[in-house]
Nanobody
Framework: QGQLVESGGGSVQPGGSLRLSCVGSRSIVRVSHMGWYRQAPGKERELVARITIHGATTYADSVKGRFTISRDNAKNTVYLQMDSLKPEETAVYYC??????????WGQGTQVTVSS
């Protein structure tokens, strides 16, 4: 069973940047479509960005042009570069893996707080 561990969250001022990382165990990243989701207090979890096993990317409209998802299969890691952060993007950010062989795995989440 795969395990995902996120890191890189923290507090940042509006307009600032953060880079989230998600490291997978047992080469799970290498064989999975990967995604970043976020969940703000009182709201449903929403897709932020996704990258397929072939490297094709999709983004939520609200983050296009500011966030970049990428993957390094050799390091079994997926990243989310977040620029020009807004206060309304304060949330717990979760890494998700959908292996091509089936299954759905989540990390424990990392808190991102955007506040002045």
């Amino acid at each position: 069973q795969g395990q995902l561990v996120e890191s890189g969250g923290g507090s940042v001022q509006p307009g600032g940047s953060l880079r989230l990382s998600c490291v997978g165990s047992r080469s799970i990243v290498r064989v999975s479509h990967m995604g970043w989701y976020r969940q703000a207090p009182g709201k449903e979890r929403e897709l932020v960005a996704r990258i397929t096993i072939h490297g094709a990317t999709t983004y939520a409209d609200s983050v296009k042009g500011r966030f970049t998802i990428s993957r390094d299969n050799a390091k079994n890691t997926v990243y989310l570069q977040m620029d020009s952060l807004k206060p309304e993007e304060t949330a717990v950010y979760y890494c998700n893996a959908n292996p091509i062989g089936g299954g759905n795995f989540w990390g424990q989440g990392t808190q991102v707080t955007v506040s002045s």
